[in-house]
């Protein structure tokens, strides 16, 4: 089956940075858009970015300027280079992808990771 697996949170001081990274694996045929999504304490989730197969993007205006959405094709990989990070970007960040399984016909499912923690405190 598909999965998607997150890394690279962790702890970070305000001002500091972060970079994400997601990687699909499984029976894929395509990968149409991928992103990035968050949950704070107490919050929905929320969407952070995405970037399609050709690299448009897309961005949350709290994170507009600051957060970086990219992808490389051949590793099935997506990053969100996280700048000047501050409180309210604590959250579980989730990596979401829109994506063709093998064998799977000509439809799209979505798949999320599990999830990975980023921290800023002092």
């Known amino acids: 089956q598909v999965r998607l697996v997150e890394s690279g949170g962790g702890l970070v001081q305000p001002g500091g940075s972060l970079r994400l990274s997601c990687t699909a694996s499984?029976?894929?045929?395509?990968?149409?858009?991928m992103g990035w999504y968050r949950q704070g304490p107490g919050k929905e989730r929320e969407l952070v970015a995405t970037i399609t197969s050709g690299g448009s993007t897309n961005y949350a205006d709290s994170v507009k300027g600051r957060f970086t959405i990219s992808r490389d094709n051949a590793k099935n990989t997506v990053y969100l280079q996280m700048n000047s990070l501050t409180p309210e970007d604590t959250a579980v960040y989730y990596c979401n992808a829109d994506l063709r399984e093998r064998y799977g016909g000509w439809y799209a499912r979505n798949y999320w990771g599990q999830g990975t923690q980023v921290t800023v405190s002092s």
């Open positions: 499984g029976s894929i045929f395509s990968i149409n858009t």
